[in-house]
């Protein structure tokens, strides 16, 4: 009886050892391509108040005019974390390039200039621009599907933290060479004119999936999708991120 009993502590004192999940520290690169959206609007054009001096500074609103579409932005991330079992807890910066979108909102005459010889139009194209720059600092906790003999692991997991975002909208008015003077005379601003910038910081979150191809115990290759959010300066702003990564396990 003293033997079965002395067997019993043995295994029990045993077996949380034997079983317990063991903590893996990893560090990992990606490279992300990055398709942004916002329900933020681009700059509106009023030809009336551009054809008046007196309120050809008020001939443009920012975030009025039509909806927006940001070129494929790319971004760099750093990640480190811990493994414990199933499930990773993550540490991630990813430093992004800015989204941009540029538009025609107008060309055509931009105004009459009354001459001697009768009118004369001063034809104008006008585009606008806007940049967003977005940089993200994230805490994120994922969970690994661990597939019996096989080298791929898919995991699901989601993320909190915060965002900068450096935002600048301007607008640029291009007049025929022979029309910049009699323009200026008019009080048609010539050239590039910011209409917003500023760089804010909010709050974010994230989802994300993918699978993961382990080469060796050490090194394994990362491939994910990610939807990162936020509100800024009242707007929805999202990304559908692609990322492509590397991983090593200590």
Same mark, same amino acid.
């Given at each position: ?13 045993i077996a949380p050892s ?47 005019g039509d909806d927006m579409?940001? $070129?494929m932005a790319y971004a760099?991330? #750093?990640? *480190? %974390? /811990?493994?414990? =079992? ?6 991630? @910066? ?54 019996? $003999? ?5 995991? #699901?997991? *989601? %993320? /909190?933290?915060? =965002? ?6 301007? @607008? ?79």
């Open positions: 009886m003293k033997n079965k009993l002395a067997l019993f502590i043995a295994a029990a004192l034997a079983f317990a999940a063991e903590i893996t520290p990893y560090v990992g690169l990606g490279l992300v391509v990055d398709k942004a959206g916002t329900t933020a609007k681009r700059v509106k054009f009023d030809q009336t108040k551009a054809m008046n001096p007196a309120t050809i500074g008020q001939a443009f609103t920012a975030n009025a579409d940001f $070129d760099g991330e #750093i990640t *480190a %974390g /811990i493994k414990y =079992g199933n499930v990773r807890g993550e540490l991630e @910066v990813a430093i992004r390039s800015a989204s941009e979108d540029d538009y025609e909102i107008f060309n055509g005459t931009l105004a009459t200039v009354n001459t001697p010889f009768g009118q004369v139009p001063v034809p104008g194209e006008i585009e606008t621009s806007t940049s967003v720059q977005h940089n993200s600092y994230m805490a994120n906790l994922y969970y690994d599907f661990a597939i019996a $003999d096989s080298n791929w692991t898919p995991y #699901i997991g *989601a %993320g /909190i933290g915060f =965002g900068t975002y450096k935002q600048k909208a301007t @607008v640029e008015i291009d007049l025929p060479d022979n029309m910049e003077a009699v323009a200026s005379q008019m009080g048609i601003p010539v050239g590039e004119m910011t209409v917003a910038d500023d760089t804010l910081t909010e709050f974010e979150w994230q989802v994300g999936l993918g699978a993961t191809y382990s080469f060796t115990e050490d090194w394994a290759l990362d491939i994910g999708y990610k939807f990162n959010s936020s509100t800024v300066a009242d707007e929805f702003v999202y990304a559908h991120e692609l990322k492509i990564g590397a991983r090593y396990l200590f």
